[in-house]
């Protein structure tokens, strides 16, 4: 059953692209990452999903519910941590948790083990105005609102950025406890190890379009991404017919080549022998491999 259901979502600033066409799914009780470099499109997905901007054209919905029509409910079952952290700067933080709570028609007092809890591991000082706080400090705030009523979605924008490794990890561990009872989880990110870390399926966004969808539990087991280094230059290499399973050629350095592989070893092992190249390597392929073969620079042929 998907949570979030997005069909052909495009938004646009005037001329300025914003998202075009995107399309994905993400499904009940899984941690689901959104990656792309700043200025893909992630955030005005996010927005979108969110009715804080509305589409010019497509649909989506969450919890089968209208993103429009339904917003309101919607969020009564949500919570949402922006990229950039902007709250009433005179409310003291205890006062934002349980205006959180009370907007999701919760009684505050009923959540105050929970509220201490996330104050525990977040190491949030409740006393403070939050205006007085850091950048980190913000973003911890932040997640601890998105945390506190026990939203069956969660969707982050960019969550790590301001946070120190310590607190880094801290966030991810509790986001994969409470994912083991069920609470769904898209967050948007660049950086590759935590999606890859903590996702079980990814989608890559550039510039505003979905150009591929990645499941992270057996992808990386069965791809492979090879390097190989000719005897001497050939402006006309191209993969070989037999290799069907191979993808992503590009050229990486002088004479060096790189593309992925997911077939059997047997065709690969041919064609390397009758190139006889002056060195290859043939490694597990990762999240970064992949990344970097569908938006590095380089040309690919």
Do not use: W
């Not at 982050?156 to 946070?163: A, H, I, K, V």
Request: aromatic share 10%; charged share 25%.
């Amino acid at each position: 059953m998907s949570v979030i259901s997005i069909n052909q979502l495009k938004k646009y600033y005037g001329k300025s692209r914003g998202v075009d066409c995107v399309t994905f799914d993400v499904e009940d009780g899984e941690i689901f990452g959104f990656i792309g470099p700043n200025g893909a499109g992630k955030s005005t997905a996010i927005k979108l999903l969110l009715s804080l901007l509305k589409p010019d054209e497509g649909s989506a919905s969450i919890f089968g519910l209208d993103i429009i029509k339904d917003s309101a409910k919607i969020k009564e079952d949500l919570g949402y941590v922006p990229g950039e952290v902007r709250y009433y700067p005179d409310m003291r933080v205890g006062q934002l948790l349980d205006t959180t709570l009370r907007f999701h028609h919760k009684n505050p007092s009923d959540y105050l083990a929970l509220q201490k809890e996330l104050c525990s591991i977040f190491d949030i000082d409740v006393s403070k105005k939050f205006e007085t706080l850091s950048l980190g400090n913000k973003k911890k705030v932040a997640i601890a609102q998105a945390l506190i009523h026990s939203p069956k979605l969660i969707i982050l924008d960019e969550p790590t950025n301001g946070l120190d490794p310590l607190i880094q990890k801290y966030l991810f561990d509790y986001l994969r406890k409470i994912n083991k009872f069920g609470t769904t989880i898209l967050f948007s990110s660049h950086n590759l190890a935590e999606v890859q870390a903590n996702c079980s399926r990814a989608a890559f966004i550039k510039e505003g379009r979905i150009i591929e969808m990645e499941d992270l539990t057996s992808n990386a087991k069965s791809e492979k991404v090879v390097t190989i280094i000719l005897q001497s230059a050939d402006s006309a290499f191209l993969l070989p017919a037999p290799l069907a399973q191979a993808s992503h050629l590009r050229v990486t350095g002088e004479n060096e080549y790189t593309f992925h592989y997911k077939g059997e070893p047997e065709p690969l092992l041919s064609f390397l022998t009758a190139l006889s190249p002056k060195d290859f390597v043939v490694e597990n392929a990762s999240l970064e491999s992949r990344f970097l073969s569908y938006y590095e620079g380089g040309h690919t042929k």
